[in-house]
């Protein structure tokens, strides 16, 4: 009796240890399985990190090339407007000045025939005194 119990028992027993093992085996494939999955994230995790700072990176370059160019973009727009200034300078000086010449010409002009009127002048005097002497010469001078 005790030998077919013994045998049923020990095979209940082998049945419990075999379940229990292969529940513990199981688990274990669940657990390494988990850190797999774990350890794959993991590395998905620096991945993205590092896509992420190079991306960061990437627009920070971009950020830093435009706010070059407009600061270029505002320099050459200062200087047209400086440049402009300076022609409208020049040119309002070049207007300025050929207003100047006219009106430098025209005085020229006034005090050449005022000048000629009274060289005219004192020649018809000079003449009128040269008669003058003269008849006072013929006359005796006295």
Known sequence: MFGKENKEVKVLIQDAVM?????AIADTKSALGKLNQI???????E????????R??????KEEEIE????LERKRQEFEVEQAKREATVALREENLAAEKKQFETNMKFIQ????????YLKDILSQVLKCVQEVKKNGGS
């Open 68 to 71: 070059h160019k407009v600061g």
């Open 56 to 61: 960061e990176w990437e627009y920070k370059k």
């Open 39 to 45: 350890a794959k994230l993991n590395e998905e995790i």
């Open 47 to 54: 991945g993205l990190k590092i896509e992420k700072n190079s």
């Open 19 to 23: 379940a229990g093992i292969k529940n």
């Open 113 to 120: 025939d005022r000048f000629e009127k009274e060289v005219g």
